[in-house]
């Protein structure tokens, strides 16, 4: 089992840019989400799923784009980037809900 | 709206002597609590975990939390720390409709030799 794996691990993006942040789980695990994590702030949910088909927002949504078409991915979609959104992103998942969640390593997104 | 508290941004422990980390948190329910450990360029990793029951819960690597209720606390303990226990540690604390965790801001662990 890989477990949570995320790519890529570093992105350097000019600001009005986009990208997509990929997210895969090989656990069959229904509950996937985004943080990201900024220095003294902790981790902020962004987007989370319940299951195919299904996302819903978190606690900071805004320039963040997500869908779920499948189980094992969960891609966060960055539309017009801002330097506001450099920062460390996690991707996590779990087996029904949001609790016992299993985290990737990581994507350092930095915006110039 | 539930929120988490963790006062201590850092804390500098010797090695082999005890830890506990602080974590205070707001939520009008029962909480679903957890501890979770960052190591320096990873993930989060689940120490431990209160639902319901016994309000002294056990973790993995030697650690423990209490749950008190009327204090709004779970703070994380270890009788001995080791210098692998070097980390980034955050309390969360999970809504009733198990599809959010709510993270404090964390509280970085230095060991000394």
């Known amino acids: 089992n890989a477990g949570v794996t995320q790519t890529p691990k570093f992105q350097v993006l000019k600001t009005g840019q986009s990208m997509t942040l990929q997210c895969a789980q090989d656990?069959?695990?229904?509950?996937m989400s985004w943080y990201r994590q900024d220095p003294g702030m902790g981790l902020r949910l962004i987007h989370y799923?319940?299951?195919?088909?299904?996302?819903d927002q978190g606690e900071v949504p805004n320039g963040y784009n997500v869908s779920r078409s499948t189980t094992e991915d969960f891609p966060l979609r960055l539309l017009s980037a801002a330097p506001s959104q450099t920062s460390v992103y996690f991707c996590?998942?779990?087996?029904?809900?949001?609790?016992?969640?299993?985290f990737g390593p990581g994507t350092r997104l930095t915006v110039t | 709206a539930q929120s988490v508290t963790q006062p201590d941004i850092h804390i500098t422990v010797s090695e082999g002597a005890s830890l506990e980390l602080r974590c205070n948190y707001s939520?009008?329910?029962?909480?679903?609590l957890f501890w979770y450990v960052q190591s320096p360029g990873q993930g989060l990793q689940l120490l431990l975990k209160?639902?319901?029951?016994?309000?002294l819960v056990q973790g993995i690597k030697g650690f423990e939390a209490e749950f008190k209720r009327s204090q709004s606390s779970f703070n994380l303990r270890k009788p001995s720390v080791h210098w692998s226990d070097a980390a980034e540690y955050f309390c969360?604390?999970?809504?009733?409709?198990?599809?959010?965790?709510?993270f404090g801001t964390g509280t970085r662990l230095l060991v000394s030799p």
């Open positions: 996590a998942s779990s087996g029904m809900t949001a609790y016992e969640q299993y």
């Open positions: 656990m069959n695990h229904e509950y």
């Open positions: 799923s319940v299951g195919a088909g299904i996302t």
């Open positions: 939520y009008g329910a029962t909480p679903y």
């Open positions: 209160y639902f319901s029951g016994d309000t």
């Open positions: 969360a604390v999970g809504n009733t409709g198990f599809q959010k965790l709510v």
